[in-house]
């Protein structure tokens, strides 16, 4: 009996894997291909097809298996910020604080640090002087700690319940087990998504 329920536990085990890994490349190619952002390309027409392009192209060359550097990270979510800022020119407010201070070299998962602020793009109200999206990075070579919080949306019932931050959160679960946390909380004003990665 018992060699039943240890294969059966065995292969749930192994469907539970490969769930994860799905969901670490479908994040990973959710960040990749950003519909909210070519949607504003195709409709709006304030930024042209080929920044747009050349900056996609840079998203696509990445791989999911190879690491890149922190600072490799941070200037492609820089401009993603940039492309979103010329496509929304009727308002989009965003305060970015960066007190990292790794000793040595860090390497991350490629757009690791995309699915939070995507999120609050996508999904916040970024226009008001007096709640614009908040991006904090702070930490060192050994732990991470990246947070965003935007305004909340009251036409969301949940705001955090989207497939972004569905997969992204099975996706950290797959590179950092027992290596990170992602606490998600919202209230009638705000909603903030804080991110700690041990290294």
Not at 26 to 48: A, H, I, M, Y
Not at 126 to 146: A, E
Request: aromatic share 8%; charged share 20%.
């Amino acid at each position: 009996m018992s060699g039943i329920i240890d294969r059966i536990l065995g292969k749930k085990s192994v469907r539970i894997e490969v769930a994860m890994a799905l969901s670490n490349r479908l994040s990973f190619e959710n960040s990749q291909c950003d519909r909210f952002l070519l949607t504003k390309v195709l409709t709006e027409g304030t930024v042209s097809e080929t920044e747009y392009m050349l900056f996609q192209k840079k998203l696509l060359l990445l791989e999911l298996d190879k690491q890149q550097a922190i600072e490799a990270e941070l200037d492609l979510l820089s401009q993603y910020i940039a492309m979103v800022k010329m496509l929304m020119p009727a308002g989009f407010l965003l305060k970015w604080e960066n007190r990292f201070q790794p000793e040595k070299e860090l390497l991350l998962p490629p757009l690791i640090l995309f699915p939070m602020v995507q999120h609050a793009v996508t999904n916040g109200y970024n226009g008001m002087s007096s709640h614009p999206i908040r991006v904090r990075l702070s930490g060192s070579s050994k732990v991470l700690l990246f947070e965003v919080s935007h305004r909340a949306n009251h036409y969301l019932e949940g705001q955090f319940k989207h497939t972004l931050i569905e997969d992204f959160r099975n996706r950290l679960e797959f590179l950092f087990p027992e290596r990170h946390s992602l606490l998600l909380n919202s209230n009638s004003n705000t909603c903030r998504a804080t991110l700690t990665i041990h290294f």
